[in-house]
């Protein structure tokens, strides 16, 4: 297996492609990078940013580059040595046009090849629910969108159409009969009955109307190809029949205005195998799975076999060919069997890297019987950015918040609330599924013949909103005992919130352990256990809506602590805990992907280093925000005697602001305009004055006005002569916590990932902000410099980046001299025992130190932090004038002789090391022991 050094995560899109990606593959082998990790590469919609909403995942996305470019892209990664981990979709697709699969599916309802490749009701067994699948993609009610002539027919040489803007959907074969016979007569009198293309119009119906009803899969496909290809034929050739086809178009499109033109569309369209439907409707009536709440990704059935084959074979092959030599599976919880997913991924890919996305609460364990080498990186970040907030200044923070909004939040109440808003208003028809499901099994039973749908229904929201981590992983094999003690918490939990449903929870705690009755027949256990898996599926979409997309925008204590996987209840880590962490990974999971910046995380790392600081400093934060505040109240707006944007908005605005303010000037008004998006999306993710549901376009507007007032200087000078002493302080010492946060990231267990762009200073916000074009030719540039400055000049070059810090220049230069330690002491930093290190001294608590040893050799990483007690702003964290005696005792039997691998300068220490010495230089250490 092929163990990645380091991966550098590259988001390609159309602008950025495969040969983008080959013309920066030096730059990165330069800097350190020993594998390229990609955005997800396969044929996706047109025009897609990201790559998630995938349409075939057997194929390259064109967009990115034609299949010579990506071997061009690939043979110049492995002549530098480079692997590929690649970032792969199993869990859905894109609701499409473009995805010929779906559209199949549409076209030829039960008989189609692929119904069994999508979550739909279709597919329920033990039950027999064939309503039309729900198209939820129309911008407005159905009826207002016929008679807008916004759903139109369309008819060209692949058939006949349904089209909504860019939504083409394909019409059921028994349609063309209806459509064909349409005023019928007219034609018979203009062309004549004895046509020659009259009786081949004829014949086509005939052959419609004839369609033997047992013909499905390939054979129906072809015959229906034939058909079409019939009509296009008499279409192309004879005038009369082609404007006897627009004169049917046009009438079956209606005229807006006449509420009756629209009936025989109307018509056509109620007898489809799909059901075109306002958007907003799939948050009640939903009969197919979705990817989280978006309706315009459908879930794949990947845990049927033929699926999994077809849509992993282009992987496979790609893995075979050794241009994968790495997988990272996206939204492992939405599986509907992980466990039998990651055992069939290994069987067809072999021996290769493989990680997981996976939210792992801060006292979760990654089940150890995965065949994987670790998560993608959430639980080191969460556990990284805790050890440099002050935990000490918690309830100080506490007293900020609350006063500053006026009234008190409880996190845990306020994550219970907005689980149950989304169940209510996102998830509703996803639960009323399940709750049908369950009465299915309970009505078979003497003890659950009483229960009704709306009991069952309230027994299932409650067992979700009150469960504490992403999902169980309950096989039909058997339940761990993690998940039993789980399973039985949530009950106890749920029974105290609801105490008249405790029939209906002891009804599903029985089937959650799968305490099965002696009774029971196979098929009913087979019942029992596909009910179990289904319900582990809504946790895990439940705890991303209802807390990382809702609670952690309206939760604003601290914002840097609001991350994906994060519980910014707890304010901040022990330096004891991280060790402990970082012990365990070493031992259960050395290879996992240590990050801290994603393209789904809610800031950049730079950003919430900056934020942190602000833990630091609670007594002039409270007094700095409610002066901003007072400057500011004059551009709040007023309706019906309330406050636009409200306390908590505003609170949310400021730290946004002290983390996301640019070094440069130049940089001024696309910040505005960003920060003016990013508050529209956090208010409306905040679900409180307006929703994606239910925009209040009113309080929108007052938040955008807000940001643009505030942040303009010929209106808010009071404030930004205010804001911008405490801003900068805030990032000058920022910038030492991200140097402290690299260090960490790059030598403790696991495998360093870095988010593309951010070897600079990263100042994003939440996507699509983070996916904004990088300028890897200014990163190129700089790095050349710096690798010839350390050439003949290190500790000039160190002096050179200290003066001029706002650049980013000093980040890139530790970003590479810690891939270099990597790729020289490979060995050491991937297997090497993990020890944390005792510190002494004045500024004790201000140092996180461990080392790394394996037989002879050790390095020991030194990442100080709480920099605001160390130094005064402009001045730098170096030397015996801030250390003093602060010292760590090193590890036992170890060299006395060490090399600064980042300055390249020796030092001596016996049994102790003082920092004056490790951080003479510069703000981090890294030490390697010298042979004696």
């Known amino acids: 297996m092929r163990i990645p050094r380091a991966t550098y995560r590259i988001q390609f899109t159309p602008q950025f492609g495969f040969e983008n990606a080959k013309a920066i593959a030096t730059y990165l082998a330069d800097l350190g990078i020993s594998d390229l990790y990609a955005s997800p590469i396969f044929k996706a919609r047109s025009g897609s940013t990201h790559g998630y909403d995938i349409v075939d995942p057997t194929q390259l996305n064109p967009e990115l580059g034609t299949n010579e470019s990506f071997d061009a892209l690939i043979s110049e990664i492995q002549s530098l040595e480079m692997g590929w981990l690649q970032d792969i979709v199993p869990n859905h697709m894109a609701y499409s046009s473009e995805n010929e699969y779906l559209m199949d599916i549409l076209e030829h309802g039960p008989d189609s090849s692929y119904t069994d490749y999508f979550d739909l009701s279709w597919n329920v067994p033990f039950g027999d629910r064939q309503e039309r699948i729900l198209a939820p993609l129309l911008g407005d009610f159905y009826g207002v969108s016929l008679e807008n002539g916004h759903i139109q027919l369309q008819y060209e040489q692949n058939g006949l159409t349904v089209n909504y803007y860019s939504l083409k959907l394909p019409l059921r074969l028994e349609s063309y009969t209806k459509f064909l016979t349409y005023n019928l007569g007219k034609l018979t009198r203009t062309l004549g009955r004895n046509h020659p293309d009259f009786i081949k119009l004829l014949g086509i119906l005939y052959i419609l109307k004839n369609v033997p009803s047992e013909v499905a899969g390939k054979q129906r496909q072809d015959q229906i190809a034939f058909i079409k290809g019939l009509v296009w034929e008499i279409y192309t050739t004879n005038d009369l029949i082609r404007e006897f086809i627009h004169e049917n178009l046009k009438t079956f499109n209606g005229e807006p205005g006449n509420s009756e033109s629209f009936n025989p569309l109307d018509d056509l369209l109620n007898d489809q195998f799909y059901r075109l439907a306002f958007w907003k409707v799939g948050a009640e009536e939903m009969n197919y799975r979705r990817f989280f709440t978006v309706n315009e990704l459908i879930s794949v059935k990947v845990e049927e076999l033929r699926v999994f084959n077809n849509t992993h074979s282009f992987i496979e092959k790609l893995v075979a060919e050794g241009k994968f030599t790495g997988l990272r599976i996206d939204h492992i919880d939405g599986l509907y069997n992980p466990i039998q997913y990651l055992e069939r991924l290994r069987e067809k890919t072999g021996d290769v890297y493989i990680t997981v996305e996976k939210i792992l609460e801060l006292t979760e364990d990654l089940p150890e019987n995965w065949q994987i080498e670790g998560t993608s990186g959430y639980d080191f970040l969460n556990y990284i950015n805790g050890v440099f907030c ?101 009950i106890n939990q749920a029974k105290e919130q609801v105490p008249l449903l405790q029939h209906e929870l002891n009804f599903i705690e029985k089937l959650m352990l799968l305490e099965f009755d002696n009774s029971l027949s196979q098929t009913e256990r087979e019942q029992w256990i596909y009910f179990v898996l289904r319900m582990q599926q809504y946790s895990g979409p439940l705890m991303a809506k209802g807390v990382e997309d809702t609670t952690l925008y309206v939760y604003n204590r601290l914002l840097s602590l609001n991350e994906v996987g994060g519980n910014p209840s707890h304010f901040g880590i022990s330096v004891a805990d991280f060790h402990s962490f970082n012990q365990k990974h070493q031992a259960t999971w050395p290879h996992t992907m240590n990050t801290t910046a994603t393209h789904d995380t809610k800031r950049g790392e730079d950003v919430r280093a900056r934020l942190n600081v602000l833990s630091e400093l609670p007594e002039e934060w409270e007094e700095q925000v409610n002066i901003w505040s007072h400057y500011n109240q004059g551009h709040r707006s007023i309706r ?81 002569e205010a804001f911008h002493p405490l801003q900068q302080r805030i990032a000058y010492y920022g910038m030492f916590n991200s140097l402290s946060q690299t260090l960490l990231k790059a030598t403790a267990p696991g495998v360093p990932d870095i988010y593309q762009g951010t070897e600079l200073w990263e100042l994003s916000l939440v996507d699509p902000d983070n996916r904004r074009p990088v300028d890897f030719e200014q990163r190129r540039s700089y790095l050349s410099t710096i690798k010839e400055q350390i050439k003949t000049d290190i500790l000039g070059l160190i002096q050179e980046l200290l003066n001029h810090k706002n650049d980013g220049r000093i980040k890139l230069f530790l970003t590479a001299q810690l891939l270099k330690a990597r790729k020289d002491y490979l060995s050491l930093f991937q297997d090497g025992d993990y020890q944390p290190l005792e510190i002494h001294g004045t500024h004790a608590n201000h140092i996180i130190a461990f080392g790394r040893q394996l037989g002879n050799q050790t390095a020991i990483a030194i990442a100080p932090r709480f920099f605001t007690r160390l130094v005064q702003p402009g001045k730098d964290p170096l030397g015996e004038s801030v250390w003093q005696d602060t010292h760590l005792e090193l590890p036992p039997g170890t060299s006395s002789s060490w090399k600064n691998v980042l300055t390249e300068q020796p030092l001596q220490g016996k049994e102790t090391l003082s920092m004056a010495s490790a951080l003479a230089h510069f703000p981090v250490a890294l030490l390697v022991s010298s042979a004696e």
């Open 640 to 720: 019906q005697g309330f406050a636009m944007p409200d306390r908590n908005d505003e609170y949310f605005l400021y730290q946004t602001l002290i983390g996301a303010f640019p070094f440069a000037e130049a940089e001024h008004e696309s910040f505005v305009e960003r920060v003016k998006e990013y508050m529209i999306k956090a208010i409306r993710e905040a679900k409180v004055h307006t929703a994606w549901l239910r925009p209040d376009s009113e309080y929108e507007e007052a938040c955008t006005s807000f940001v643009e007032k505030v942040l303009n200087p010929s209106i808010s000078g009071q404030f930004i």
């Open 390 to 490: 002050d935990k000490e200044a918690e309830l100080w923070f506490d007293k900020i918040y609350h006063a500053f909004i006026s009234t008190r939040v409880d996190y845990a109440s306020l994550v219970k609330e907005k689980k149950q808003l989304i169940l209510e208003k996102n998830l509703a028809g996803d639960i009323d599924n399940l709750a049908l499901l369950l009465k299915n099994i309970s009505s078979k039973y003497r003890y659950g013949n009483d229960f009704t749908v709306n009991g069952l229904k309230r027994a299932i929201a409650e067992v979700l909103t009150v469960f504490p981590i992403y999902r169980t992983y309950i096989t039909p094999d058997g339940i761990g005992e993690s998940d039993k003690l789980t399973i039985q918490d949530v």
